[in-house]
């Protein structure tokens, strides 16, 4: 564990590259981001390399059939317009990739949308849009929150939002609430009760979210790390 | 191997400098009214770069990525001192040549190249503060019509001109305008953006030689990213207030501005105004998604985990206004030139909205004409890799008599339309003011003085 701290910070001061922790014996994985023509999925991939140095990400749009040439050890789901139903192949590549291979999946904004729409969750426009705005949410101290105290201030980007409050999600789908903005009932992160999935509504990489990094650290530690 | 000579010069009056600038087809960046103003001009162009061409003197090459081209040029004559610069701009509608194919819609203004960068024979560094000013000459190994530096002007007696412009009308007008609004905070609440500036064209016609018409402005406002320039189709004048970045010894910096409020005379208003501004959720929020924006804009060409944001918000006292800020920092990736930053950051989320792709399509689907060098990036890039750019904004395009300058706003999710257009009446007020424009249609709409 201390070695691979070393190394974490060696890469990071260096520019050191992933294939070179395989070299030294450290498993690298590769990990897919999907980027859903987002003007916030650099600041994602920045965040995720900061986390894990030693892991190698790449950036592929939605659109880019080339998704489907390798195999990916997990799979990121970037924010982005529009709605769930407007991802290009991402559907597809979650039911032919991920879901029959329990790959470990964290979904961001669009990408948790994404989530519990798959399950039959209504999204539609929300009577409390915001945009670049803080907001307090309470969490439950499990999955991404391990750790973290509650409320935590987080930023939110979002006009849509699950219909359907936490108990209809819990009871027809399976999928759990582990965050809710506090002023309001709005779901602010989901996971799955079995498989490897977690979600938040709100933006981990806006610079003005809180406790980011232990959330991040969380979602590897639980399903990607060795 | 290009020769140069530096000579100092005893500093020519702005009406010189631009003088100058008009004739030998020339560019200069220049800010006004700020605490030390400065100008940098570069006087007849000899090598030229256009979208599919490049120019050396009398010899022209066809190329294909005016980037590379660039970048190249600027590590093959690395030895040139800092003021010597390529200079010149990426027009708006330049975009879709930076992304995915069927993305945007294929644009163009028509009169002005949408890509012109230039090397000039001459450079004159100067500064309205003391009386010397550094002027660099070029000699090229090729063979190319040279022009002399001669500091042989004289001054009109009568410096002030008599012209007056006249309205001709606007690309939306009140009721397409608003509309415009109106469908863009749809967009909004569908999910689509979370903001998006919507702007328009106003036309008209000027009996100010394009001279006269750089003068009025320079003297109109504070001017912190000017542009006079003199280029194939007519002439540009920018009264920019906007950076889009800068970068300096293999660092680069954006200072995205959002929020304005005006300053009182009297010392408790004065500080009420500043504590409202400082906790205006609203224009956090919106200087926020900037910043988020620019960090993800940057983060494309920056080390991983370099890019910062050290203060969040920044107050900026001027003497009229205070104003939001925040600096976003980074360290450029080794080897990264700076046509592969413009190609990756351009054009400047400030004035696209956010998400970028999304909110471009949005504006081709609501602006009826193409924006052209409006909204695009003028600036200059020395040999030594240090940059600076600007966002074309409160600019003027002057092509013979026939002027168009361009007034918008960011639309958010609570913008009244009616508000929105007022607001852009407002925001061309200095810029017809300065060029004496008659019966302006639009001026019977407003409610406030």
């Known amino acids: ?226 | 191997m290009i020769k140069y000579t530096q000579t100092t010069i005893q500093t020519p009056p702005i009406e010189e400098i631009f003088h100058k600038t008009d004739k030998y087809r020339g560019i200069s960046l220049f800010s006004a009214s700020t605490d030390l103003d400065k100008e940098i001009s570069g006087i007849n162009p000899v090598i030229i770069i256009r979208e599919k061409e490049l120019r050396k003197g009398n010899q022209l090459s066809k190329i294909t990525d005016p980037l590379k081209e660039m970048d190249k040029l600027i590590s093959e004559y690395g030895y040139l001192p800092e003021p010597v610069s390529l200079m010149g701009y990426i027009s708006y509608d330049f975009k879709d040549r930076f992304e995915e194919k069927g993305l945007y819609e294929k644009r163009e203004q028509g009169v002005y190249p949408d890509f012109y960068f230039a090397l000039f024979e001459h450079y004159l560094l100067s500064s309205r503060v003391g009386n010397e000013s550094q002027l660099y000459t070029l000699e090229f190994p090729f063979e190319y019509e040279s022009v002399q530096y001669n500091s042989n002007y004289r001054q009109e007696k009568e410096t002030k001109t008599h012209g007056t412009s006249y309205y001709r009308g606007t690309s939306l007008d009140k009721d397409l305008y608003e509309k415009a609004v109106g469908k863009t905070v749809n967009y909004i609440r569908e999910g689509d953006i979370y903001q998006a500036n919507i702007t328009r064209a106003i036309y008209g016609e000027t009996e100010l030689s394009p001279l006269e018409s750089a003068l009025e402005l320079y003297r109109s406002n504070r001017i912190s990213y000017g542009v006079f320039a003199s280029i194939p189709g007519g002439h540009v004048v920018s009264t920019s207030p906007e950076l889009f970045f800068k970068t300096e010894n293999g660092r680069i910096m954006a200072s995205p501005i959002k929020g304005t409020i005006t300053r009182s005379k009297d010392e408790k208003s004065d500080l009420n105004n500043k504590e409202e501004l400082l906790h205006s959720e609203k224009n956090i929020a919106e200087l926020a998604m900037i910043v988020d924006l620019l960090r993800n804009d940057l983060s494309l060409v920056c080390r991983p985990g370099s890019v910062s944001v050290p203060r969040f918000p920044i107050l900026m006292t001027l003497e009229n206004v205070y104003h939001l800020y925040a600096d976003v920092h980074g360290e450029l990736l080794p080897g990264t030139g700076i046509g592969e930053v413009l190609k990756k950051t351009f054009p400047g989320g400030s004035i696209t909205g956010c998400p970028k792709i999304r909110a471009c399509q949005i504006i081709d689907e609501l602006e009826s004409t193409a924006r052209g060098i409006y909204t695009g990036s003028f600036g200059k890039i020395s040999f030594n890799g240090n940059s600076i750019f600007n966002i074309m904004i409160r600019s003027l395009f002057q092509s013979g008599s026939s002027i168009i300058f361009n007034v918008g706003g960011g639309i958010t999710l609570l913008s009244d339309p009616k508000d929105e257009y007022e607001e852009t009446i407002h925001k061309g007020t200095n810029i017809w003011k300065a060029m004496k424009m008659e019966n302006i249609s639009e001026e019977q709409y407003c409610t406030e003085e």
């Not at chain 1, 559907?91 to 032919?96: G, I, W, Y």
């Not at chain 1, 977690?198 to 650290?217: G, K, N, R, V």
Request: overall charge negative.
């Open chain 1, 1 to 226: 564990m201390f070695f691979v701290k070393i190394i974490r910070q060696f890469k990071y001061s260096f520019q050191f590259h992933a294939n070179s922790a395989i070299f030294l014996g450290i498993m690298s994985k590769n990990i897919l981001i999907i980027d859903n023509y987002d003007s916030f999925t650099q600041n994602l991939h920045h965040l995720l390399l900061r986390i894990r140095p030693e892991y190698s990400f790449t950036v592929l749009r939605n659109r880019d059939g080339s998704i489907f040439e390798k195999t990916w050890d997990a799979l990121i789901i970037s924010p982005g317009p529009k709605g769930p139903a407007d991802t290009g192949l991402l559907k597809e590549f979650f039911e032919k990739e991920i879901l029959p291979n329990n790959k470990p999946m964290l979904g961001v904004c669009l990408g948790m949308q994404f989530l519990a729409w798959y399950y039959g969750m209504t999204i539609s426009p929300a009577t409390d849009a915001r945009h670049g705005r803080t907001v307090l949410i309470d969490v439950k101290n499990e999955d991404l929150f391990s750790g973290i105290k509650s409320p935590v201030k987080v930023v939110r980007y979002n006009s849509l939002a699950i219909k359907e409050n936490a108990e209809e999600i819990e009871l027809s789908t399976p999928l759990q609430v582990t965050a809710i903005q506090k002023d309001s009932s709005m779901v602010m992160a989901l996971k799955h009760r079995e498989l490897p999935f977690s979600a938040m509504q709100f933006h981990p990489e806006s610079f003005l979210t809180e406790e980011a990094d232990l959330m991040i650290d969380n979602f590897f530690k639980a399903f990607i790390d060795d």
